[in-house]
């Protein structure tokens, strides 16, 4: 079991920034691949970036070179960096651990970009 507490998100303006983290407990942080989703109302929930074990990222297409996926094992933590943050960012961001046939699924956080 591992249980998963999103933080950092809110109302930035076009433009802005915002950092997402993710707090991991009740198993080995290390062993999972982290990533985050984002679901936008009346639409399915989509990746927006996912890291691997040994640290390998990857990214949906319309967040590459503004959003930044990383993970400290130390803290059990991963972050979602997102830059030049654009109104279609708007959306509740979900962090997940994936293991094997094992999903994890956190409560999500609002990021709003709006002027």
């Known amino acids: 079991q591992v249980q998963l507490v999103e933080s950092g998100g809110g109302l930035v303006q076009p433009g802005g920034s915002l950092r997402l983290s993710c707090a991991a407990s009740g198993s080995i942080f290390s062993i999972y691949a982290m990533g985050w989703y984002r679901q936008a109302p009346g639409k399915q929930r989509e990746l927006v970036a996912t890291i691997t074990s040994d640290g390998t990222t990857n990214y949906a297409d319309s967040v590459k070179g503004r959003f930044t996926i990383s993970r400290d094992n130390a803290k059990n933590t991963v972050y979602l960096q997102m830059n030049s943050l654009k109104p279609e960012d708007t959306a509740v961001y979900y962090c997940?651990?994936?293991?094997?046939?094992?999903?994890?699924w956190g409560q999500g956080t609002q990021v709003t970009v709006s002027s």
């Open positions: 997940n651990a994936h293991r094997r046939v094992y999903d994890y």
